[in-house]
T-cell receptor
């Protein structure tokens, strides 16, 4: 069973709008990461947030983590057409096994 | 730097055939991973190698074998391919891996179809 589950499964917005994706997980984690995948390509790492952190920023990306609710959100501000991709959360509970969710497909209309 | 490279990019097999997927990284990373990605699902870990000389099973290892040939190369072998192994296979590497504190760098993937 998947540790992380993203919501929504798909999201369509206009260029310039903000996009918010959520991730819920089932067991306690060491950290949570977000990755982006453009169509037909490999995954690219976006940001890592540790279990003792609540918020992290990287350029137009803002990630929050609520360990009490076992959830995380990824906010992309001022979306661009180039942000069109699938976004995955990935959780690690220790060791080398990172569990990926099924992803949110984001489509940004120009 | 090429990062993580995978060969081949596409492959079609018949049921029962065997093949090896190749992966190499030029970032001097210690840890390497093989995942499969199926429609509507996230990546699932097949095998990983924490460091040169070690390999361990992931979430879905059945039907696969791996070899960490050296620090750079990590291959995935399908001994007797089955239609259920039709998928996109990704290789990844990271500087380390314990507790998942290192980002993973992914290759472009191999799209495998088993008829």
């Amino acid at each position: 069973s998947q540790q992380g589950e993203e919501d929504p499964q798909a999201l369509s917005i206009q260029e310039g709008e903000n996009a918010t994706m959520n991730c819920s997980y089932k067991t306690s984690i060491n950290n949570l990461q977000w990755y982006r995948q453009n169509s037909g390509r490999g995954l690219v790492h976006l940001i890592l947030i540790r279990s003792n952190e609540r918020e992290k920023h990287s350029g137009r990306l803002r990630v929050t983590l609520d360990t009490s609710k076992k959830s995380s959100s990824l906010l992309i501000t001022a979306s661009r057409a180039a942000d069109t991709a699938s976004y995955f959360c990935a959780t690690n509970t220790g060791g080398f096994k990172t569990i990926f969710g099924a992803g949110t497909r984001l489509f940004v209309k120009a | 730097n090429a990062g993580v490279t995978q060969t081949p990019k596409f492959q079609v097999l018949k049921t029962g055939q065997s093949m090896t997927l190749q992966c190499a990284q030029d970032m001097n990373h210690n840890s390497m991973y093989w995942y499969r990605q199926d429609p509507g699902m996230g990546l699932r870990l097949i095998y990983y190698s924490a460091s040169e000389g070690t390999t361990d099973k992931g979430e879905v290892p059945n039907g696969y074998n791996v070899s960490r040939l050296n620090k750079r190369e990590f291959s995935l072998r399908l001994e007797s391919a089955a239609p259920s192994q039709t998928s996109v296979y990704f290789c990844a590497s990271s500087e380390g891996g314990g507790a998942g504190y290192y980002e993973q760098f992914f290759g472009p993937g191999t799209r495998l179809t088993v008829l």
